[in-house]
Structures are given as C-alpha cells and as structure tokens.
C-alpha cells in the first residue's frame, strides 16, 4: 500500500485497497478482546456472533468478488457459504438465523486465517476499475456490520449476570448541551444522494420534497429527560402511546430503556453509573414516539432531518459534516453527546422505510441489500458512536424495525413552526 | 329524506336524523340472516362477532352522546361498557379482544332492545348544531362497523368445514374491463380534506405534496390474472418478494389468496366458481406488492391514487365521484369489477400510515379513534363492496397491517412514466 | 321400566333400551337451559361446545350402531362425521379440535332433530343380545359426555364477565364432616373391575396387587382448609411443590383453584359465595399433590382407594354402594360434601394412568377409547356432582394431565400407618 | 492418594477420596477435546453447556460440602452460586435455565481452576466418616453429570452443519445378538435398594411388589429392526401410537430416531454409516411403546426388569453384574451391543416415575434431587455406553419425560406368558 507508484491512473485502486485494508484491520481489531467463546454466543435471533459477522463479510468479499469476479479462484470451504451468507436467497439455502450461536467450529482463528486467505487473493482486484462499485459496497457493508458486532456482542455480554465487559475503561463525562433549534422555512428541498461517491441504493434517486415550515433541535435528548418522563409515569400512560407501543410496554413489562438498571447502564465497559447528560441510547421507535407526545414536540420526518443536514446550499458534505462522536478505532463506542447531526446515536425519525420515488434494486444478489426490506421499518438518520467515521451521510437511511433497541438509537426532537 | 321540506332551519337536525336511522337500519339488517350463534362466533382476534359490531356501535353512541351529552341519562347496563368497549384506553379497561367470542350473553335479541332504546334515546340530539360532528362521526364509526361485521362474519363462516352461507344468491358475472391507465403530469397536488362535509381526522390536514409523473391503472387486478401470477410461481420466487413478506408465505404455508379452494371461492354465499374476470380479493399487502414486481410495475402512493381521484381540478366530490360497486342494501357483498376507483376492493398503496404534517389527534377518548394506530401499517384507498355508499371518499384513509387480508382487499397497478 | 314382565327373555332387550332412552334424555335436559349461542361457544382446546356434545354422542350411535351394525342405514348427513368425530383416527380425518366452537350451523334444533332420527333408528338393535355390549360402551360413553357437557359449559360461561348463570338457584350447604380414617391392614387386595356387568376395558383384567398397610381418609378436603393452605403461602413455597408444578404455578400466576373470587366461587348457577364446609374442586393434581405435603399426608394410590371402596370382602357393588352427591336430573352439580366415596369431586390418586397387566385394547375404532391415552396422566377415582348417578364404580379410572382443573376434581388424604 | 498408610482404620476416607479423585479427573478427561466456545454452546433447554456442567458439579461440592461442613470456608466467588445452581429452590434464585449458554465467561480455564481450588479444600473432609454418605451423593452426582455432558455437547455439535466432531475415531462395528428371553414365573420379587452402598433415595424404600408371568428379551432392538419398522410406515400408523406420540410425531414431523440421516447416524465422531446390528438409540418413549406395539409385544414395567436384573436369589450385585459397554475412559460413548441389562443404552419401561410405598425426601437442598420430578416422566432402568462404570444398579431408576431423546434410550422387549 505505501510503495512509490509513479504514474497517475492508479491512484483509485490505491486508495481503494486502502480503505479496503483499513476496513478489514478494524474489523480484527474490534475483536480483538473477545475470546472464542464470547465470539460464539448469540443472545437473540437479531443478534449475531461476533465470529459470525467476521466470517459473513469475508463470504461477501469470497462470493461476490473472488468468486463471481476472478479467474479460477476455488472457495476456501464449499461448505461455509451455507452457514455465513445472511439473507440473500439468490445465493441459496442457508442454516436458520437463530442457529448461528451453535457454530463454535469453525473456531476464531479459522476464521482470522479465511479472512488473511481472502485479503490475499483480493489484492488483483483493486486495480480494476470496473470493480470499484462493488468494492466500495464490500467495505461498506463490512462497516455496518462492524456496528452490528458491537451492538450485538454488548448484548451478549449483558446476559451475563456476572457484569461481563470487553474493555476496562471508564466512560469519559458527557458535555452537558444547550437547547436550541435548528429552523427551515418549508418549501422544496432536495433529499436523496445526488453527489459523486459512494452510497447505497436506497438513497435515491435524488428527488425533490414538499416540506413545511419546522425546526429540529440540535441537540439529542439526554438520560436526565428520560428519567424525568419516567418519573413523570411515561411507561405507565397509555395516552402517550402508539397503540402497538403500548401493547409492547405492557407485554414485555418495559419501564426504561434497555441497558438500565437502578442508576447504572450497562456499556461494553460493564456497568457504570449512568450520565444524565449524555443522549439517551437504546430505546425503540415507540418509545422515542411516546417521549416526544409527552413533550410536547414530535420526531422529525426522515426529509426535514436531511435538509438540516445538509444546510442553506442543499450540498452537504460526503461524509458527516459535523464532526461527532463516532468510531474510528478499536475502542468501547460510548455516547458522551455532541454538538453535530451525526455521532452518538442513531436518531429516529417518523418516516418509514420505503422506496424513494423510481427507486429499482440493482439486479443480481446485491438487489436484495436494501430494497426486500421497504416494509414495517423506520428510518433513522444520522450516526452512532458505533459507526465507523465517514460510513454516514446526510442521505443515508438506517432503519429499523420499532420494537428494536439493541442499536445505539437515540432522538432529536422536531416541531412545527 | 326525500320528503317535501317547506321550512329552512330544521333541515340540518332531520338530515342527520334521516341518515342515522338509515344507517342503524343498515346494520341490523345485515344481521338479520344471522342466527344468535352465528352472531356469536369469534375466528380470530382480528376479526369481532356480528354481535359485538351491534352492541359496541350502540356502545360508542350511549358513551359520547347519551352518558355525556344528555342529561340525566342513565347507562342501559353499567356493566356492558367493561365488554363493548373496543380499543379506547381513556374509557378504562376492558375484555381481552380474543374473549369477544365468549359472550353468549347478552342475546341478540337483548341487543337488539338495547339498540332500541338507544335510539329512542337520541331523538333530542339531533337539533343540538353542536353535536352535529360527533353524531357523523358516529355514523361514520357504524359505517366502518358494517363493513367489519361482514368481513369478519365471512371469515367465521369460512372456518366452517359444511359451508355455511349467510345469502342465498348467485354472484353475477363481472364485467371485463378494458386496460388503460389515468396519466399525471406530476408536480404540486393538493392532498387530504379540504372540503366542507365530514371527514376523519387523519385525512388532515390538508397539504400539499410534490409528485413526479406517473400513470395509475383504470381497472384493478383480476383473478385471473391473479392465476397467471400463481401459475407463473409466484409464490414460489423469493425474488418477487419483500423479505416479511417471503417469511410470512413460508411460515404460513400461504399458495393463494384467502378464501380460493382449487377453481372456487367463499363468499358470503358460500363456495362459488371463481369468476375470472372479477377483481381479486383478500390478498395481503405482501402479496399485493410481490405481484406489481412480478407484472413489471408498481403500487401507486397514497398520494398518487389521490390525486388522479381528484381529477383535473383537483376537486374531488364530497363521495366516490365513480360510482362503482359499493354496499346499500343489506344483500351479499361481492366484487364484480367497475368502472369507477372506488368500489369492489380497497386498494393497497405503498404508503404507510402516518401522520400529515401539523396532524393532531382530538381531545379525548375520541383523540384514540386514528393517531394511534399509525405504526405499521399501509394506507388503502378507494372502498369496497362492503363499505356504505357515500362512506368513502379521495382523502379517505383505510389502513391495515401488511398480513392481514381478510378485507375485501385487491390492488391497482402504477407505473412512473 | 316398571312394566310388568311375564317373560323372561325381552328383559334384557328392554332394561337396555329404558337405559338407553333415560340417557338420552337426561343429555337433552341438560342443554335445555342454553340457547343456540351458548351451546355453541368453545372457552379453550379442552373443552368443547355443548352443541358438539350432543352431536359427538350421536354421531358415535349412528357410526358404531347404526352404520356398522344395522343393514341399509344411510348416514343422516355424509359431511356431519368429519365435524363430530372427537379423536379417532381409525374413522378418518376431522375439523381441528380447536375449531369445533366456530359450529354455529347446524343449529341446536337440527342437532336435536338428528338426535331424534338416530333414537328412532336404534330401535331395532335393543333386541339383539350380541350388541348389548356396544350399547351399553355407547351408553357409558354418552354419560361421560353429559359430565364434559356440564364442566365444558360452566368454563364457557366463566370467561363471560357479566357472570352468566345456567340455572337460577342458590346452592344448599354442605354438611360438615367429621375428620376419620379408614384402615387398611395391607397385603394382596384385588383389583379392577371382576364382577358381571359393564366396564371400559382399561378397568381390566382384574389382578391382584400388594398393598403396604395404610389409612385413607373419610372426608374430602374443604374449602375451609384449603382457605389455610392459601393462607399459609401455600402457593408461594416451592418445597411443597412437585417441580413441574411449580413452573406451572409461577408461569400461570396460580394463586387459588379455579372459580375462586375473593370469597366466592363460580359455579353453574353464577357467582355465590364461598361454603367452607364444602368440598374443595377445581384443583389439579399438582395442587392437590402440594396441598397433601403441607397437610404432613400423601394422596393414595388408584389401588389403595378402590380397596377400601371394596371394603372387607374384597366385593364392591357395581355401582357407588356409598351414595353421595352425584347427577340424577338435569339441575345443576354442585358439591355439598357427602359421606361415601363416590360424588361431589372426582379424587386425586397418585397413580399414573397405565395398562393394568395383559392389558389389550378391543379391536377397531372402539379400541382407541381408552388405551391410547395412557402417558402422562393420572387415575381419579370416585364419582363427581356432575357424573350421572350409577355410571362409576370401584374400578373405575378416570384420568386427567396434571395440569387440568375444569373437572369437579378435589382430593382425599391418605398415610402410611 | 498414593502415599503409605500404616493403619488399618482411614480405609474408608482413603477409598472414598480415590473415587472423588477418578470422577473429578475423568469429568475433565471428558472436556478435554473441547474448546471454550464448544464447551459454551447450549443448543436447546434441555441441554447444559458442557463448561456449565463443569462448574455445576464444582458448585455442589462447595456448597454442600465445603460451605456447609467445612468451617472458615469461603465461597471462591460469590456470584458463582446464582450461574452455577441448577434447579435447587432451597439454594435460591438463579439464572434462568436457557440462558447457560451466554456464559463465554468465566472460561473453560478459570473454570479448571475453581475445580482444582475446591479439590484441594475437600481433602481434609474424606477422613470424616459421617460425610460419606453426602461425598457418595456427590460423586454419584458428578458421574450424571458426565452422562449429560456428553448427551449435551453430542446435541450440540449436531446443530453445526459442518459436522462437527468430538473425536476422530471410527466406532467398532457391533456384535449381533440372538433373540432369547427371560422368563419369569411371577409372584412376589424384592424391588428397590437394599444391600449397603450408596444409592439414590428414589431407589427405595425396598419394598414387595407382586408380578404376572413374563418374559424380558435377552437383547436390545437394533437399529435394522427400527429399520422395518420405518419401512412398514411405523411413522405414519396412527393405531400403533399413544395418543400424545402420534401429535408429537405430528407437530415436529418426526420419521426417524434422532441422529438418523439417510444411512447415517451422527456420533461424538461425527457422521458415520448405521450400523444395522448395533441397539437403537436416541428415540423418544413414543417410539419406543410404538415399536413394540408394532413387533406385537409390550415395554416391561420397571420392576419386570429389575426381577431379572436381581436374578434367581433377588441379590443383585452392587454394580452392573452383566458387564456390557459403558464409560470407562475418556473415549467416546458409541453404542455397539453387548450381553449384559447393563450398557448401550437406557431402556424404557412402561413405569411412571413415581415415589415407591413410604418413599420420602431427604430434608433440605439435597431433598430436591429425585422427588420434586415424580410426575409426567419414565422410568428407565439399565445403564447405557456414556455412564460412568459403577455408576448404575439393579434398583437404580433414571427417568425422563415422553418426548425426550436426546439420551442414549432403547429399548429391550417384554411379553406376557
């Protein structure tokens, strides 16, 4: 990666590999402090093994590159794509999601050694332009599943009632932030990726939206307000509530957000006292919902949080403009709050995941990224402190479904103006 | 109604009046085939006995009009409230939804005393100008329930393995219908009810929406080509589907619509031939969505069906300008194909149930009617052959979960142009 | 019956039919307090809707009699055995059991019009000797469903919280019993059913059995003490609890028998409140078991209770030689407490339900009468309020799971001495 | 262990430590092919992970012998006791039963050295007479626990699709059997516990029990007669099942014993061909009574097979007089057939689990261990090839329930004469 190269045309396949290599080492690093055994577990069917997501990006980078793209590469293991392919049913049958946990063969070095075999074999690639696409797909799929290892290996580890933790450090203090709203006068505002670079397909085509006047706070709601409609009965007033968020509080006994426990939260540092100053993190859609109804306010639609973001000229920046609290190495992601759109948490918005106007799936297996999901989800702007630095942007459209909380998700309120 | 009118001022309070009566006539005689058993049964937590739409209807009348608007009025029975209720948190608890098929007691005939006396209970409301809007949401409330009492009754008849028919009748033959397509230009339309006249309030408030170009279909999806969709695979090809919608069709076992038995369907007249040429029916939004991917096209947005339901000018009439087949007397209710967008099935549109911008729900239990439920759902427009004439209109949202399908359910085609 | 008889030989032919004709009668008095809707409601998988009683019973004389046994009948309706066949697989497939409460047709009057059809149609089978034991199994079989009937019904109408009642009268009290002990020395005692006479082939071959010398109480345990039980956090110490039925408390959040309200009971004739000299009912065998350790006893072996209903000679009656409170008209059970071994509730043995040695099975569909249930239940003997005066006898084995309380079912102590 | 011992007297202490020593080593002799993440893995609720066993085990020792028994002892971690107990009320709260397998930590090695720790405590409590009997429990314990240990990984190395492996050896191929039996003339036979040594409480009090001639086959049914009788449609014949067998075969559509793949069985070595000569293992009590129903015979009860298994005199040996395959080493436990009652497999009687006459608990925790599960289970009586050596009896009684196969369970055939 760092040998003098004297012509010009190179250069995107260098900085590819680049990103590419740096992707890849995150990866590693992140589970780096996780034994065999803790890389195996699987708390839930929405969770996977920390084993599993290192094995299942390297299955991307072996299938959709090396396999379907190179001369005569052989699969590692014919029998490993069955049980590390996710949801693609073009690529076949695969082993039932929740049985993921039973894999503690192939064992994490195994594993370390198909990733080291694959990152060989992919070093011919990145020269070729015509690849860049879907390299540049790969490697931001291996970041979002870096953020689902860590959100679902900090859920693993939380059943355990022994406190288990992944790193020994303590969460620095939160800047306490002060209220004030972002204003937009309405009209037509541009939304979806229109830039050059990479994004996903979900994010567009670029359109034009039909927006009222509104403001959007700029900051995100902290644990103190949280206790605060918690001691106000939140968790007990049916009137705040959605209808299916109400038969979810009362089925699942649900009276504060995951990871809570008297003054303490649960972190991938183990429990520690909780930051009244810090975002609040973990909550479902339904909740942050009910928390808006209880203030007063509303969350905003996934378009009004865009056209913030991307301010007065419309043109936001590629890549996360204001700054944040996100990943960028190996270390415990900790919301500690900020003042940018982008960091901390994911912030739910009131729209629901569904296809941007002329939006078509690409063809082939790779259709089946996003589109096959448009129903029953909601999308969330922004970024959390477990997304790797410069994966978000103002277009990008997380989402998820409104009971789910095992993600860093927090909200920013919205009002009409 | 039709009734010589010498004096302005009365006009108001008797046109009311007129329509109450027609529409609690309605209602029983929708039942009146019914025997108390059949009136009595519950297939699924869904769907409602015929009995319960009787007396929980009568229930929202005695609760919002009579207990508080009239003086001095007493409950007919002080405990019928705790079973009758349906869904309002603020009017305290109540039976377990799934218990409903329990109540053997009170009789239908007891019922049918209640309704009486309820009635005669009205009378002096009716003059009273300021309970005009909740009397019409009571009337729109019932309307709704006659379309759920044939619904559901038709879903419990179907669990019958003799058979059962509630009329004794033929279906006529549909018509054919010609292809064709309602084009639109795209840009601002005006959308939601704006009007004078009735309506809910989550058809508000009105507002405007940008649209690109688009095309909807003149004529809804047939079964026959519905067969064609079967005969093609559709239900076998993961590809044609959304991800919950493959997993629904999988753990269901789901090969068809509900209610097709080989080349036969239930309807409310028992198992007939199917028509090939009458629109399909039952389907859920999964299968709705699966077969606009499989025929190359799309599902229309709410605001789309809306717009080419208000015309050129944007002014769409009070109720279903296009005629079409819709419920007025008490006969079976049975899809034969139209000319006009409303009428036969609602369709599903890609929109999911959500607030319009500056959306607030009423005071009260009242407030409970809409807002509530929007999570999860998708947005129908149009009206089916078991909706009251005159209870639907453009900015009409019905709303349903993406499995469901016991409704008189179909779709219409969109494309972008 | 009382007719005078000069010969000897009809007298078989004619006491069967007077016992069929009375048994038959007695099952259509029981339903004639219910209307259509209550015979039709089903509460839960185990029970099943009165209506379906009076079918199953008839539909068990039509195919075992009538079609089987009688030359040219043709079945009253071809479609009805696929509906009111209970579980035997030898007759084919039928409705999900779960379904019968969706039977609103046929009507409660066609039911009893093919009852009608079916009595007169068996009148020539009485005179043949070789079908006496058929119809004295069907005899039995349709007083087995007059109790179903009874206890099916009271579940029924319990989950109606308008308090339902089938007959309008006050329960009388009980007659408190003095606490006693019958003796039993031990040694070998005969077992199961050895006299003439009828009895379900799972009472045989009679045998002989060894006894360890022990006392059986001569009283059924009250509401009184059961009252203490709970008092003494009965339900909440799990030492006292077989472990399966401590899940089973902890799971359900059992804290009572079933029919229990504050301090009144639900029974046939509404809510009334609690006699603490009657006999304890609606408890499962994990309560009575656990009830039994607090109380320092055991519950007794089937063995145990039928020697001692055999007393001295080893010669049971053929039929409840003790009395008691059983069903002789169609009002409604209730338990009042009594001094023989027979009536009010159904006791509790801690024997399961097995094959006695050289068990078989009769051949056919009869043969799966009993047999087949024998795994992971567990023998009452006795007689209850609701079991047709004359149907029980020493060897009789009623059997339930352990979990199972909608029966009449209390428990009577006994010790090793 | 090995060290001189002049006097006569410590025989006992030093014999007792000896045995503590040989369980406690092969318990970890066991483990050793696993890695942490195999020894986490918990792939039903049934099943434990084979580390939770390890330390389970350990638990027990430090609780009822070190904490209770051995002053100034302290627990080696105080949050071990909530992880570590498995089912003991009396010993408190606890983690709930599915959730062994989210304890990657502590590790397989912290683990070791807890059990290194609390053999090195025990050493001064084997010369203290008055704690045999509970050392005795301890090492019977552990020795179940082996058996488990081994049933549980088997389970879970079958849920990984790529053949997950224990050992990599090749099973031996089983000697066939003639068919004989053993005949019995009946009368009274001597059943339970009644020489010295140890034994479970629920193998006494001895007691007389009174038997019908029969006869008990020589041999265990192998897997080509399991073959037959999956090629006569055992699986699809109602009339050969229990009722609750035929709904279990049902729901979980079950057509073989488990482990069975086309010609294969999956072993602790893997996938390997059938062996038609070796005894069926792995099937449930369901298909047990079926197969016997099928050949035309019966289960024996447990005291038939104890009345062979004492022989002429009613004196059975201490231990397994008949030889026959069972865990001796750290080997795998492969099934291959043998001449003894003893070994192979465990086989069903058609005995229910229940307290044998004046059984009663032991006071305290240890009370819990047998007579809280007397309901719903099967006795099973011999030994199979994963129980320790020593370890089973004549009157020793294992028991499951039903529906459970993942055991080593068979059968051995009974008759009437």
């Not at 699987?42 to 997501?53: I, N, V």
């Not at 060989?120 to 797909?137: D, G, T, V």
Request: net charge negative; charged share 25%; glycine share 8%.
């Amino acid at each position: 990666m760092n040998q003098v190269r004297p012509q010009a045309q190179p250069a995107l396949g260098e900085e590819i590999e680049a990103r590419y290599a740096a992707t890849r080492a995150l990866t590693e690093a992140l589970v780096a402090p996780l034994s065999d055994a803790d890389a195996t577990i699987q708390s839930m069917e929405d969770a996977s093994p920390a084993k599993w997501h290192l094995a299942h990006t390297t299955w991307f980078w072996e299938t959709f590159l090396l396999r379907d793209r190179l001369d005569g590469y052989r699969l590692y293991d014919e029998d490993w794509p069955f049980v590390f392919n996710s949801y693609y049913e073009a690529e076949g049958e695969r082993i039932a999601r929740f049985s993921r946990g039973m894999l503690s063969r192939p064992t994490l070095d195994e594993i370390r050694a198909w990733r080291a075999h694959v990152d060989a074999a992919m070093a011919p690639l990145f020269a070729r332009e015509e690849l860049a696409p879907l390299i540049e797909l790969g490697i931001s799929h291996e970041q979002q599943h870096q953020e689902l290892l860590l959100t679902d290996i900090k859920h693993g580890l939380f059943q355990n009632p022994l406190g288990a933790a992944m790193w020994d450090r303590r969460p620095a203090a939160a800047r306490p932030q002060d209220e004030g709203w972002h204003e937009h006068p309405g009209g037509i505002a541009r939304i979806g990726h229109q830039a050059d670079g990479f994004a996903f397909d979900n994010e567009g085509p670029a359109h034009r939206v039909l927006l009222e006047p509104f403001a959007l706070s700029s900051r995100l709601v902290t644990n103190g307000e949280w206790a605060e409609f918690i001691a106000d009965g939140g968790y007990e007033t049916a009137s705040l509530w959605l209808s299916d968020g109400w038969a979810w509080v009362r089925e699942n006994a649900i009276s504060a957000p995951l990871y809570w426990r008297d003054d303490e939260n649960f972190t991938h540092c183990g429990w520690h006292k909780r930051d009244a100053d810090a975002p609040v993190t973990h909550i479902s859609y339904y909740e942050a919902d009910a928390f808006a109804t209880w203030a007063g306010h509303r969350l905003p639609t996934e378009f009004e949080w865009e056209a913030i973001a991307r301010g007065q000229d419309g043109q936001a920046q590629a890549h996360d403009p204001y700054g944040g609290n996100q990943l960028d190495d190996a270390g415990p992601p900790l919301p500690r709050g900020g003042e940018g759109l982008f960091g901390d948490c994911w912030q739910f918005t009131r729209s629901a995941y569904l296809p941007y106007p002329r939006f078509r799936p690409a063809a082939g297996a790779v259709g089946e990224y996003n589109g096959k999901f448009m129903s029953g989800q909601f999308v969330l702007k922004g970024a959390s402190c477990a997304t790797a630095r410069g994966h978000s942007r103002a277009s990008y459209r997380n989402f998820f479904y409104p009971h789910q909380r095992w993600q860093f998700t927090g909200l920013r309120l919205a009002k009409d103006i």
